[in-house]
């Protein structure tokens, strides 16, 4: 129980200190405050699955008539959907995110462009700038939804959150847990949204980052169920939003290279391969090749801007908020500002392929205990916050993923192994075959 507790306090306060941190650290001291509540949540499920519950993927799941599945499904979407009314005011706050970012200008210009048969991926001018978009087609394609339904494209990534809860719910559902826990559990991804509503300000109404979000709560529910069609599915989503994923991939290559028959790999990077070739590739990259190295550039010199700092005297506001080790990296890395982001990228890197490293040996060291998906997850939460904590630049928004990430791996340790929807049967070690 104390575990439980412990990790529900820890979610609690990684929502709280992304907003207000600053308030009771230095924006030095603020990222690592940050950092340390962050990795104790994986932290609490290791010192679970391996000192008290081993996770073998064998317990058994509730099963759950129509009417009940339902229900849960439901019953996650509505959990969502009781932030709508405060959102919605919100929103209103800012009904021209234009005067405030130029993510979504950026993200409406790349799905004008694809509906009108022009190339997306081409500088947008904005009038008082021209940024490159780097954003990936399931990013920007569903603003489609918008005009279909003629509502704000805001709610599209609304509606994708609430989605990906219900999936949610139905696993919340078939879980050991009590009732009471197993509703509390419904809960969980609903606080990260709450963090942005009540302290966020203008975070959500000027991004598009919440329908990532949705994206990375159907991946890591689908690896609590071990469900592997619904994995391919949150690849698919999670690869072509956000290039981040690529780093963690590897990874589940080699879970399930080990954990399955050789058709299981080749379906799922056959689907993932071909969801890639004909979304990305053929439609975009094929017609200018250089749209993803123009498109990385344009982020690293954006990153490297903000490390001169914009005023006078010079700020870089996004090292402000005290959510990531920028602001600390700036003070310890030598040279001017491009080779300093150029050593925080290295930095970055490097901490991506140990933790890669981590994963495998992980894989070996604890699997009597631990399943490959478990793991899996954990290391996808691991990537994700640390690409961030150690990222040149890492906008207060970006961290609703990490929030879904972790009402996921809370909702883990209350109750209990993850068990599967329909996935194959699984020993604890060795392949499925």
């Known amino acids: 129980m104390l575990i439980k507790v412990l990790a ?229 989503f999670c690869l072509l939003s956000r290039y981040t994923l690529l780093f963690w991939l590897p990874m589940l290559a080699y879970v399930v290279w080990r954990m399955f028959p050789r058709k299981t790999s080749y379906l799922l990077w056959g689907s993932a391969a071909l969801s890639v070739l004909l979304l990305y590739i053929i439609p975009f990259y094929l017609r200018d090749p250089d749209i993803f190295a123009t498109g990385l550039k344009y982020h690293n010199d954006g990153a490297i801007a903000q490390w001169i700092g914009y005023g006078d005297p010079p700020v870089s506001f996004t090292m402000e908020k005290g959510i990531y080790f920028g602001i600390n990296m700036k003070a310890l890395f030598p040279g001017d500002a491009a080779q300093q982001v150029a050593l925080a990228r290295t930095v970055q890197g490097g901490i991506m392929l140990l933790l890669l490293a981590f994963g495998v040996w992980g894989y070996h060291r604890w699997s009597a205990r631990m399943d490959g998906f478990s793991i899996s997850l954990i290391l996808l939460y691991l990537v994700l916050a640390c690409f961030y904590f150690f990222s040149p630049m890492t906008f207060q928004y970006y961290l609703l993923v990490l929030f879904a990430l972790s009402a996921v791996v809370v909702a883990r340790i209350w109750l209990g192994e993850g068990g599967r929807f329909n996935s194959p049967e699984q020993a604890p070690t060795g392949r499925v075959e």
């Open 8 to 236: 529900i306090l820890l979610y609690t306060a990684q929502v709280y200190l992304t907003f207000h941190g600053i308030d009771y650290f230095s924006k030095y001291s603020s990222p690592l405050v940050l950092f340390l509540v962050s990795m104790g949540i994986p932290v609490l499920y290791f010192v679970q699955r391996l000192y008290f519950q081993p996770d073998t993927g064998k317990q058994s799941l509730r099963t759950l008539h129509f009417w009940t599945a339902l229900l849960w499904i439901v019953g996650g979407m509505l959990t969502i959907f009781l932030g709508y009314e405060e959102l919605r005011k919100l929103f209103a706050l800012y009904p021209d995110p234009v005067q405030h970012s130029d993510v979504i200008p950026q993200l409406e210009a790349q799905y004008r462009r694809f509906s009108h048969g022009e190339m997306p991926y081409a500088p947008v001018d904005l009038g008082y700038n021209a940024p490159y978009p780097v954003y990936m087609p399931l990013h920007w394609l569903p603003i489609g939804l918008s005009d279909l339904f003629h509502t704000d494209l805001r709610w599209v990534g609304f509606s994708f959150l609430m989605l990906a809860n219900g999936l949610f719910g139905y696993w919340v559902g078939r879980q050991p847990g009590s009732l009471a826990l197993r509703i509390a559990a419904l809960f969980l991804p609903s606080l990260g949204l709450w963090g942005f509503i009540l302290w966020g300000g203008l975070e959500l109404p000027v991004s598009f980052e919440i329908i990532i979000a949705a994206y990375y709560l159907v991946l890591a529910t689908a690896l609590s169920a071990r469900n592997l069609p619904l994995v391919t599915l949150g690849v698919i």
